[in-house]
């Protein structure tokens, strides 16, 4: 693997100890609605024609965004300064799966997949509107260095035995990630597993979820903080068509939690990207009923804090990612979760299609109220 040297000019892990203990705000990828009395705090970053994974640290936020034109996404960036660039690297032809951060006390970076076979670009995370990344084939880890400015090949972790993606790093030198045995035959070959590896120690295998009727899509979200990894986890239960989803945090060599577990029914439910941030984990809930629907984001405190808390959300999240943030929460959204393309072929900031307007917008809040 290519060493990653350190950052002189922005904020590394070591810098952040003090910091970090005075903040909790965390960034946001969620549906089209500027709530009441939350207008004159929002500053519009971007507006995008198609949903994506979207990741923040202190020093930028990155997200994927769709070119109609080509059919491809590119990674994004916009630093703390207010600059948003294309970054340096080949699209893919679904959104990246990226998570940025440090890999280690080096520099930031944005780590990703890119897979011989792309992944179906629908039926994974945030309700069905993401990739089902468990269904690409080929796939190999690739780091973004910010200061070398361009991408490398993370060392390999299955020898080119299996496809990995969803990768996840920490400043404690660890990176988790999702993997797929694709050459063992039948179900074995298309169950999505967890695992966790710290320099150049073997590659750990954590437990993940329930499997459910197709073992799919499995983990749809990743976010590793020192030693505990944060997950959402959706499978199909036994008798009914709409996903479940659970929210875990797992410890490398310790417990497993399951912090959250929605059903879908009458109601359709999705829970999406939790983030470790200090002692606790955010992620976001979504509820789809009729024409409308409504969100919020949850805040798991742990026993030091009391529990879980709730705030208010944009009318239908679709992404979260929490951050240590310098003033803001950032967040992506649509008016409706319900079909607004061509023959109802796509919800509003779902799968793209060059008739389709830019209806994702990507902004920022300053401001959130969470409640117990």
Known sequence: MHHLGPTPALLRPKDLRGLLKALVPFVVLAAIVTLPGRAAADTVISQERAPSKVSAELNRVVWSSYDPATGDYSLMSRDVVGAVT????????????????????????????????????????????????????????????????????????????????????????RIAFARVYEHRKGSRGRLPYLYEKRGN???????????GTTGLPGPTSLDLGGSRLAFTWGYRPTGRRSLAYDVRVDVVRGSHRVLQSVRSATVSRSLMSPSIVLRNVLWGRALVVGNGGRSDFLDDGDSLRGGTRHAQAPNFLVETSGVPSRGGIYYLTTQSPMPSGPAGKAPACGVPADAYPATCTLARTDTLAFVR
């Open 86 to 173: 294309k970054l340096p690297v080949a699209p893919r032809k679904v959104p990246f799966d990226v998570d940025l951060g440090f890999l280690g006390e080096g520099a930031e970076v944005a780590a990703y997949s890119r897979c011989k076979l792309e992944a179906r670009l629908t039926g994974g995370g945030s309700g069905g509107l993401l990739p089902n990344y468990a269904t690409g084939r080929g796939c190999d880890i690739y780091l973004f260095d910010f200061e070398a400015q361009r991408e490398v090949k993370y060392a390999p972790t299955a020898g080119g035995s299996a496809s990995e993606f969803l990768p996840s790093v920490s400043p404690a030198g």
């Open 201 to 211: 120690h073997s590659s750990r295998r954590l437990p993940g979820g329930a499997r």
